[in-house]
């Protein structure tokens, strides 16, 4: 009788490795120089198939991303792109924008902790991927070889999930999706949507090892070489590959900012600003009724005038408004009303005695 053989299977196995070292980096410094002497004093060295993880403050740092004024609000205006959403807090006003470097985040990435001493605020790399490609080259030519890939990464919060995670903001010479369509999965049917944003996923652990505090802007990930590919099979788009766009941006707007911008109030213009712009938190209906009259009687000609409202310790949130103008400009004032009622979470009846209109609204904001 012989021995049955029994095939074993190693383990699969990821190391992320966090790189101390790296001094305070300042602009005109030659980041890969410094990277590279980070990784060799751990006693390390860049191996094929190695990833290298960079977080995106060095790079800007390195390459003198540093705004011009120390007013922050100021510089996230002037790195919008567009405003995808808005909301008041105890701060002022916060928004979701577009970038310049495309990415959608809060504040356009502005960044005013750990950037040296005094006011100074850093904005991210202009082309993430250009800066991830321009970092590789050099790491290359003190590792003697290109067989690895770079990751600059940003952190940013996600719709629906609370807190932050990084996120692949560039890379180069890595794949950053691992698109299984097509592929049969593992009871043989086929896979149609799933493609795995890796670099992101990479982006993520490798902040495990980095933090927030402990300045430790570099991580090397080992154990995933299938993931670095010779440059011909790897998409030059890098990261970008990541950005929904166009048609297949199915978060273009935030809904409530959707329908306010239908009535002329889009997120990030005056109009939004003179009309009011929602709070995170609770606020008296009476604050939101008025908020959506006027946002209702924003493009009219004739703006209605408010004869009586309620305070905001009143149970009911009313308001009685003088209308002019004809039937035509009542029914459309009415119908703007409903849309701006339900971009404050509120309905309202309403009774009408010539051209008076009284509005009484109830709802729980959410």
């Not at 750990?114 to 800066?131: C, Y």
Request: charged fraction near 25%; include cysteine; glycine fraction near 12%.
């Amino acid at each position: 009788m012989t021995d049955a053989v029994v095939e074993v299977q190693a383990f699969p196995v990821v190391s992320v490795i966090g790189v101390r070292g790296i001094p305070e980096v300042v602009a005109g410094a030659d980041l890969a120089a410094l990277v590279h002497a980070g990784i060799a004093g751990g006693g390390l060295a860049i191996e094929p198939g190695d990833i290298v993880v960079v977080t995106s403050k060095i790079v800007s740092k390195a390459h003198g991303r540093y705004a011009d004024s120390t007013d922050r609000r100021a510089v996230v205006a002037a790195e919008t792109v567009r405003v995808v959403a808005e909301r008041m807090t105890s701060t002022g006003a916060t928004r979701i924008v577009e970038g310049r470097c495309g990415v959608v985040s809060a504040a356009a990435g502005v960044d005013a902790s750990n950037t040296g001493a005094g006011e100074a605020i850093l904005v991210l790399p202009e082309r993430p991927d250009e800066a991830a490609e321009q970092l590789r080259a050099g790491l290359a030519l003190l590792a003697g070889h290109d067989a690895f890939g770079v990751i600059v990464t940003d952190t940013a919060g996600r719709p629906w999930r609370g807190g932050q995670t990084d996120f692949a903001l560039g890379a180069a010479g890595v794949r950053v999706i691992e698109d299984y369509r097509g592929l049969p999965d593992a009871d043989g049917r086929q896979l149609d949507v799933t493609a795995i944003a890796v670099a992101d996923e990479l982006a993520a652990a490798a902040d495990l090892v980095k933090g927030k505090v402990e300045r430790i802007p570099v991580a090397l990930v080992r154990g995933l070489g299938r993931l670095v590919a010779p440059d011909s099979s790897v998409p030059r788009d890098g990261a970008a590959r990541l950005v929904r766009r166009g048609p297949g941006d199915f978060f273009a707007m935030g809904h409530i900012e959707a329908a306010r911008a239908a009535l002329g109030a889009a997120p990030g213009s005056a109009e939004s600003v003179a009309v009011g712009i929602r709070s995170v938190g609770a606020e008296p209906g009476s604050e939101r009724l008025a908020r959506a009259v006027r946002l209702a009687a924003l493009t009219l000609t004739d703006t209605p005038s408010v004869l009586e409202a309620s305070g905001d310790t009143e149970p009911e949130a009313r308001v009685v408004l003088h209308v002019p103008g004809d039937d035509v400009d009542l029914g459309r004032l009415i119908a703007r009303l409903e849309v701006a009622l339900w971009s404050e979470g509120l309905t309202a009846h309403a009774e009408r005695a010539g051209r008076v209109l009284t509005l009484r609204a109830n709802g729980s904001g959410g």
